[in-house]
Protein backbone atom coordinates (compact mmCIF):
# COMPACT_ATOMS: atom_id res chain seq x y z
CA UNK A 1 0.00 0.00 0.00
CA UNK A 2 0.92 3.33 -0.57
CA UNK A 3 1.77 6.19 2.21
CA UNK A 4 2.24 9.99 1.68
CA UNK A 5 4.26 11.52 4.28
CA UNK A 6 3.94 15.20 5.65
CA UNK A 7 6.43 16.05 8.32
CA UNK A 8 5.61 19.99 8.68
CA UNK A 9 2.31 20.32 10.30
CA UNK A 10 2.24 24.16 10.38
CA UNK A 11 4.60 26.70 8.28
CA UNK A 12 4.63 30.42 8.22
CA UNK A 13 5.94 32.64 5.32
CA UNK A 14 6.14 36.11 4.62
CA UNK A 15 4.53 37.97 2.39
CA UNK A 16 6.49 37.91 -1.26
CA UNK A 17 8.83 35.25 0.34
CA UNK A 18 9.36 31.47 -0.78
CA UNK A 19 8.29 29.11 0.97
CA UNK A 20 9.11 25.01 1.17
CA UNK A 21 6.83 22.32 1.62
CA UNK A 22 7.88 19.13 1.92
CA UNK A 23 6.19 15.38 1.19
CA UNK A 24 7.45 12.19 1.11
CA UNK A 25 5.94 8.96 -0.44
CA UNK A 26 6.74 5.23 -0.13
CA UNK A 27 5.16 2.62 -3.17
CA UNK A 28 6.79 -0.20 -4.96
CA UNK A 29 5.16 1.38 -8.66
CA UNK A 30 7.34 2.58 -11.13
CA UNK A 31 4.90 4.69 -12.84
CA UNK A 32 2.00 7.39 -10.89
CA UNK A 33 1.15 10.58 -10.11
CA UNK A 34 1.56 13.19 -7.39
CA UNK A 35 -0.13 15.62 -7.02
CA UNK A 36 -0.36 18.73 -4.39
CA UNK A 37 -4.09 20.65 -3.10
CA UNK A 38 -4.76 23.31 -1.61
CA UNK A 39 -7.93 23.23 1.20
CA UNK A 40 -8.51 27.36 1.83
CA UNK A 41 -10.71 27.77 4.21
CA UNK A 42 -13.79 27.40 2.27
CA UNK A 43 -12.54 23.65 2.85
CA UNK A 44 -12.66 23.27 -0.91
CA UNK A 45 -9.79 21.00 -2.52
CA UNK A 46 -8.43 22.78 -5.24
CA UNK A 47 -5.38 21.22 -7.83
CA UNK A 48 -2.02 23.55 -7.76
CA UNK A 49 0.06 20.89 -9.34
CA UNK A 50 0.23 17.58 -11.00
CA UNK A 51 3.77 15.48 -11.41
CA UNK A 52 4.07 12.45 -13.73
CA UNK A 53 6.72 10.09 -12.41
CA UNK A 54 7.93 9.24 -15.75
CA UNK A 55 8.41 12.71 -16.55
CA UNK A 56 11.98 14.13 -15.08
CA UNK A 57 11.70 17.85 -15.76
CA UNK A 58 9.88 19.11 -12.61
CA UNK A 59 6.14 20.71 -12.95
CA UNK A 60 5.44 24.24 -12.22
CA UNK A 61 2.32 26.89 -12.45
CA UNK A 62 3.29 30.01 -12.56
CA UNK A 63 4.16 30.77 -8.52
CA UNK A 64 4.14 27.19 -7.88
CA UNK A 65 6.92 24.49 -8.89
CA UNK A 66 8.06 21.09 -7.50
CA UNK A 67 11.28 19.71 -6.62
CA UNK A 68 10.64 16.11 -7.74
CA UNK A 69 13.16 13.32 -6.36
CA UNK A 70 11.90 10.05 -7.98
CA UNK A 71 14.96 7.85 -6.26
CA UNK A 72 13.99 9.43 -2.73
CA UNK A 73 10.46 9.38 -3.17
CA UNK A 74 10.46 13.13 -2.48
CA UNK A 75 7.97 15.66 -3.79
CA UNK A 76 8.20 19.37 -2.31
CA UNK A 77 6.00 22.17 -3.30
CA UNK A 78 7.81 25.38 -3.77
CA UNK A 79 5.43 28.50 -3.78
CA UNK A 80 7.36 32.25 -4.73
CA UNK A 81 6.13 35.33 -4.08
CA UNK A 82 3.88 34.12 -1.43
CA UNK A 83 0.06 36.03 -1.32
CA UNK A 84 -1.76 36.09 1.45
CA UNK A 85 -4.25 33.98 -0.59
CA UNK A 86 -1.87 31.47 -0.19
CA UNK A 87 -3.16 30.63 3.14
CA UNK A 88 -4.26 27.10 3.59
CA UNK A 89 -3.86 23.74 4.08
CA UNK A 90 -1.70 21.82 1.26
CA UNK A 91 -2.63 18.49 0.80
CA UNK A 92 0.10 16.24 -0.88
CA UNK A 93 -1.54 12.98 -2.94
CA UNK A 94 -0.03 10.02 -4.84
CA UNK A 95 -2.11 8.35 -7.24
CA UNK A 96 -1.37 4.83 -9.45
CA UNK A 97 -2.14 5.10 -13.14
CA UNK A 98 -5.42 4.80 -14.02
CA UNK A 99 -5.54 2.12 -16.51
CA UNK A 100 -9.14 1.72 -18.99
CA UNK A 101 -11.53 0.55 -16.52
CA UNK A 102 -9.93 0.71 -13.49
CA UNK A 103 -10.42 3.61 -11.06
CA UNK A 104 -7.43 4.83 -9.00
CA UNK A 105 -7.88 6.72 -5.59
CA UNK A 106 -5.61 9.66 -4.45
CA UNK A 107 -3.46 8.78 -0.84
CA UNK A 108 -3.52 11.98 0.87
CA UNK A 109 -0.58 13.08 3.69
CA UNK A 110 -1.79 14.55 6.99
CA UNK A 111 -1.33 18.35 5.14
CA UNK A 112 0.68 21.24 6.18
CA UNK A 113 -1.34 24.46 7.24
CA UNK A 114 0.29 27.25 5.56
CA UNK A 115 -0.23 30.83 7.04
CA UNK A 116 1.01 33.71 4.83
CA UNK A 117 1.65 36.96 7.10
CA UNK A 118 2.05 40.37 6.32
CA UNK B 1 -14.47 25.26 -16.52
CA UNK B 2 -15.92 22.08 -15.86
CA UNK B 3 -17.02 21.65 -12.46
CA UNK B 4 -18.05 18.74 -10.19
CA UNK B 5 -21.32 19.89 -8.75
CA UNK B 6 -22.66 18.74 -4.67
CA UNK B 7 -25.30 19.30 -2.94
CA UNK B 8 -26.82 20.24 -0.51
CA UNK B 9 -23.45 22.05 0.33
CA UNK B 10 -24.96 21.37 4.47
CA UNK B 11 -26.57 18.88 6.08
CA UNK B 12 -27.97 18.35 8.91
CA UNK B 13 -29.43 15.12 10.38
CA UNK B 14 -30.51 13.35 13.48
CA UNK B 15 -28.66 10.07 14.59
CA UNK B 16 -30.18 7.24 12.76
CA UNK B 17 -31.62 8.91 10.10
CA UNK B 18 -30.42 7.87 6.56
CA UNK B 19 -29.11 10.81 4.25
CA UNK B 20 -28.03 11.00 0.33
CA UNK B 21 -25.67 13.21 -0.85
CA UNK B 22 -26.05 14.31 -4.27
CA UNK B 23 -22.53 14.84 -6.63
CA UNK B 24 -23.00 15.57 -10.50
CA UNK B 25 -19.39 14.76 -12.12
CA UNK B 26 -18.06 16.16 -15.20
CA UNK B 27 -20.15 15.12 -18.03
CA UNK B 28 -17.14 13.09 -19.95
CA UNK B 29 -15.54 11.81 -16.98
CA UNK B 30 -16.11 7.70 -16.49
CA UNK B 31 -14.62 7.20 -13.00
CA UNK B 32 -16.20 8.74 -9.99
CA UNK B 33 -15.37 8.73 -6.34
CA UNK B 34 -16.36 9.45 -2.98
CA UNK B 35 -14.12 11.04 -0.60
CA UNK B 36 -14.17 11.82 3.58
CA UNK B 37 -12.75 14.55 5.44
CA UNK B 38 -13.55 14.76 9.45
CA UNK B 39 -12.63 18.08 10.27
CA UNK B 40 -9.00 18.65 10.88
CA UNK B 41 -7.99 15.31 9.72
CA UNK B 42 -6.81 14.36 6.00
CA UNK B 43 -8.78 13.34 3.33
CA UNK B 44 -9.61 9.47 3.03
CA UNK B 45 -10.72 7.90 0.23
CA UNK B 46 -14.09 5.73 0.69
CA UNK B 47 -15.20 4.39 -3.14
CA UNK B 48 -14.36 4.58 -6.92
CA UNK B 49 -16.97 3.98 -9.11
CA UNK B 50 -16.43 2.83 -12.74
CA UNK B 51 -19.18 1.01 -15.41
CA UNK B 52 -21.99 1.31 -12.88
CA UNK B 53 -20.00 -0.62 -10.51
CA UNK B 54 -18.09 0.01 -7.51
CA UNK B 55 -14.02 -0.63 -8.31
CA UNK B 56 -12.44 -0.15 -4.83
CA UNK B 57 -13.68 0.66 -1.57
CA UNK B 58 -12.03 1.60 2.10
CA UNK B 59 -12.25 -0.21 4.89
CA UNK B 60 -14.48 2.83 5.98
CA UNK B 61 -17.47 1.67 3.36
CA UNK B 62 -19.13 -0.51 5.60
CA UNK B 63 -23.13 -2.13 4.73
CA UNK B 64 -24.33 1.37 6.16
CA UNK B 65 -22.63 3.00 2.81
CA UNK B 66 -24.01 2.57 -1.10
CA UNK B 67 -23.42 4.59 -4.32
CA UNK B 68 -25.23 4.44 -7.33
CA UNK B 69 -25.58 6.28 -10.36
CA UNK B 70 -29.28 6.23 -10.75
CA UNK B 71 -29.66 8.35 -14.30
CA UNK B 72 -26.42 8.65 -16.10
CA UNK B 73 -25.46 12.12 -14.66
CA UNK B 74 -26.05 11.73 -10.81
CA UNK B 75 -23.55 10.34 -8.62
CA UNK B 76 -25.03 9.02 -4.95
CA UNK B 77 -23.72 8.39 -2.02
CA UNK B 78 -26.40 6.91 1.01
CA UNK B 79 -25.54 6.65 4.06
CA UNK B 80 -28.61 4.54 5.75
CA UNK B 81 -28.14 4.81 9.54
CA UNK B 82 -25.97 7.80 10.37
CA UNK B 83 -23.36 7.85 13.75
CA UNK B 84 -22.15 10.60 15.17
CA UNK B 85 -18.34 9.88 13.83
CA UNK B 86 -20.17 10.23 10.29
CA UNK B 87 -19.96 13.95 10.87
CA UNK B 88 -17.25 15.33 7.86
CA UNK B 89 -17.14 16.84 4.77
CA UNK B 90 -18.31 14.36 2.02
CA UNK B 91 -16.23 14.86 -1.73
CA UNK B 92 -17.37 14.00 -4.57
CA UNK B 93 -14.36 13.66 -7.47
CA UNK B 94 -14.91 12.65 -11.01
CA UNK B 95 -11.89 11.77 -13.46
CA UNK B 96 -11.44 10.82 -16.82
CA UNK B 97 -9.46 8.71 -19.02
CA UNK B 98 -5.44 8.82 -18.44
CA UNK B 99 -4.13 11.50 -21.04
CA UNK B 100 -7.59 12.89 -22.69
CA UNK B 101 -8.01 16.98 -22.42
CA UNK B 102 -9.17 17.81 -18.67
CA UNK B 103 -8.82 13.91 -17.40
CA UNK B 104 -7.38 14.84 -13.89
CA UNK B 105 -9.08 14.94 -10.90
CA UNK B 106 -11.50 17.39 -10.09
CA UNK B 107 -13.22 17.56 -6.75
CA UNK B 108 -17.06 19.23 -5.79
CA UNK B 109 -16.94 21.55 -3.09
CA UNK B 110 -17.79 19.20 -0.60
CA UNK B 111 -21.32 18.75 1.64
CA UNK B 112 -20.60 19.12 5.55
CA UNK B 113 -22.69 16.29 6.99
CA UNK B 114 -23.40 17.40 10.62
CA UNK B 115 -25.20 14.42 12.66
CA UNK B 116 -26.76 15.03 16.07
Known amino acids: AQTVTQSQPEMSVQEAETVTLSCTYDTSENNYYLFWYKQPPSRQMILVIR??????QNATENRFSVNFQKAAKSFSLKISDSQLGDTAMYFC???????????????FGTGTRLQVTL | EPEVTQTPSHQVTQMGQEVILRCVPI?????FYWYRQILGQKVEFLVS????????KSEIFDDQFSVERPDGSNFTLKIRSTKLEDSAMYFC??????????????FGSGTRLTVV
Open chain 2, 49 to 56: FYNNEISE
Open chain 2, 93 to 106: ASSGIQGTRGWGYT
Open chain 2, 27 to 31: SNHLY
Open chain 1, 93 to 107: AFMKPLNTGTASKLT
Open chain 1, 51 to 56: QEAYKQ
